[in-house]
């Protein structure tokens, strides 16, 4: 995808193109689709998750069942709420379709392939948004930015990372699944207090709540 300046139009068709080839994406033949997409936001925050879970196939959209109602709880503390953070704000993953289960009954981790398939598409999407602030949320995304560490060691600040080339100032979080223990308990519960707040003092964060809930 280029990466020479563009108009806003100039990039909407850009994007609304990347979108159409990335639904259409079947080269990994462990996942079950569909590709889950965002809207079309041209938006300065790009938030990375691991993966789809089984709900959002028929819901047609990101972070749509359990651990996205925790997420948007945590950014509607800080002042953005779920329906101005998806019509302003990007939302992508590691990988794009539900990885489906493991024998014991959680979601499986996307393998090495399959997050060598996918990040063509993150790598596309940095170069034509070339966001200002990257939320990662869990440890798959963190290690696509920053390199291997404690969570201990990573929530709580802004670090500068960079992926694909592209250097950003990235905000780590926790997963907010269900299933996660770590953000409930100590340190976990106070370092995701710091994240949060350190969040919610960003200038990109802080342009978001200026924004209108939906799009214009």
């Keep these: 995808m280029p990466t020479t300046p563009h108009t806003a139009p100039d990039r909407h068709a850009l994007l609304a193109a990347h979108l159409t080839h990335l639904a259409l994406c079947r080269r990994c033949p462990l996942m079950h689709p569909p590709v889950i997409t965002p809207l079309p936001v041209l938006g300065r925050v790009y938030l990375v998750g691991q993966a789809p879970g089984p709900r959002e196939g028929a819901l047609g959209r990101p972070f749509a069942w359990t651990a996205g109602r925790t997420l948007f709880r945590w950014f509607d503390s800080i002042g953005v709420d779920e329906q101005r953070f998806r019509h302003h704000a990007y939302i992508a993953a590691v990988c794009r379709c539900f990885p489906g289960k493991t024998r014991h009954g959680g979601d499986r981790v996307p393998n090495r392939i399959e997050i060598q398939n996918c990040s063509r598409w993150m790598a596309d999407e940095l170069a034509l948004l070339q966001p200002q602030l990257v939320i990662l949320v869990g440890r798959l995304a963190i290690a696509q930015f ?53 969040l919610a003092g960003q200038p990109a964060w802080q342009e978001l709540q200026a924004l209108p809930r939906t799009s214009p």
């Design 146 to 198: 920053l390199p291997a560490a404690p969570l201990e060691a990573t929530i709580g600040r802004l670090h500068r990372g960079a992926a694909f080339g592209y250097a950003v100032d990235c905000l780590p979080l926790p997963h907010p699944s269900g299933a996660s223990t770590w953000w409930r308990r100590e340190p976990g519960a106070r370092l995701l207090t710091e994240a949060l707040a350190c």
